[in-house]
């Protein structure tokens, strides 16, 4: 069992950053995929990032040089920084782990204004 606790979002112009936080119940070197994903009004849930246990990244094309995910192992959070934010950004976004099954957060909300 993995509670995933988010924290980060909020209400920002189009151009700024925001960075996301995501808390697991264990420890992140147990957990062999963590990411990110987001779900705007009227759209299927998408990958926006995923880090693996061993420090892997990928990213959504939409999101490359724009996005960055990182993991502190001390800390044991796992981090999206979002630069340069567009409109098109605006979604509830998802912290996601994968330790034998998927596990969700609860969401946070992004909503970039133009």
């Known amino acids: 069992q993995v509670q995933l606790v988010e924290s980060g979002g909020g209400l920002v112009q189009a151009g700024g950053s925001l960075r996301l936080s995501c808390a697991p119940s264990r420890s992140i070197l147990s957990i062999n995929v963590m990411g990110w994903y987001r779900q705007a009004p009227g759209k299927q849930r998408e990958m926006v990032a995923i880090i693996t246990s061993g420090g892997s990244t990928n990213y959504a094309d939409s999101v490359k040089g724009r996005f960055t995910i990182s993991k502190d192992n001390a800390k044991n959070t796992v981090y999206l920084q979002m630069n340069s934010l567009k409109p098109e950004d605006t979604a509830v976004y998802y912290c996601?782990?994968?330790?034998?099954?998927?596990?969700w957060g609860q969401g946070t909300q992004v909503t970039v204004s133009s």
């Open positions: 996601n782990a994968y330790y034998g099954r998927q596990y």
